[in-house]
């Protein structure tokens, strides 16, 4: 679904310079080159930076969400998966991850890696 997300802001997609800047990418001039980067790690596996993360969760929930400047309403005929499916994988993607704020759940390590602060806290 991130994979498709990624894709979404190639084609049907129309990011606008706030938005692209909000999401923490430098600018439009770059956007797709950045957004295909990391939807080649997500399909390698590779290893990614927290803001590399937080750049992948806010792009798929805006262009999931949004029918302005996102998938919106075309989202489950362009990429093939369900409003409701796309939701619960946002959700436990989204619990998983360290939040933009702070969080009790999540240590940033100096070389920019999260860390769980409690293995034992329910995911849940």
Same mark, same amino acid.
């Not at 790690?41 to 792009?59: F, K, P, S, Y």
């Given at each position: @679904?991130?994979?498709?997300?990624?894709?979404? *802001?190639?084609?049907? /997609?129309?990011?606008?310079?706030?938005?692209?800047?909000? @999401?923490?990418?430098?600018?439009?001039?770059?956007?797709?080159?950045? =957004?295909?980067?990391?939807?080649?790690?997500? &399909?390698?596996?590779? $290893? +990614?930076? !927290?803001?590399?993360?937080?750049? !992948?969760?806010?792009?798929? &929930?805006? !262009?999931? =969400?949004?029918?302005? =400047?996102?998938?919106?309403?075309?989202?489950?005929?362009?990429?093939?998966? #369900?409003? /409701? #499916?796309?939701? $619960? +994988?946002?959700?436990?993607?989204?619990?998983? @991850?360290?939040? *933009?704020?702070?969080?009790?759940?999540?240590?940033?390590? &100096?070389?920019?890696?999260?860390?769980?602060?409690?293995? &034992?806290?329910?995911?849940?």
């Amino acid at each position: @679904m991130l994979r498709a997300a990624m894709l979404e *802001w190639i084609g049907p /997609a129309r990011p606008t310079l706030p938005l692209v800047i909000a @999401m923490g990418f430098d600018g439009l001039d770059t956007f797709s080159d950045e =957004v295909m980067r990391l939807r080649s790690a997500l &399909e390698h596996r590779a $290893a +990614m930076t !927290v803001q590399d993360w937080h750049r !992948v969760l806010m792009g798929a &929930e805006i !262009v999931f =969400v949004s029918d302005v =400047v996102g998938s919106g309403l075309d989202w489950p005929i362009t990429t093939g998966f #369900s409003d /409701a #499916s796309t939701i $619960a +994988m946002l959700r436990a993607i989204q619990r998983k @991850m360290p939040r *933009w704020r702070g969080s009790v759940q999540f240590n940033i390590t &100096e070389g920019g890696q999260a860390v769980i602060a409690n293995p &034992e806290r329910p995911t849940a």
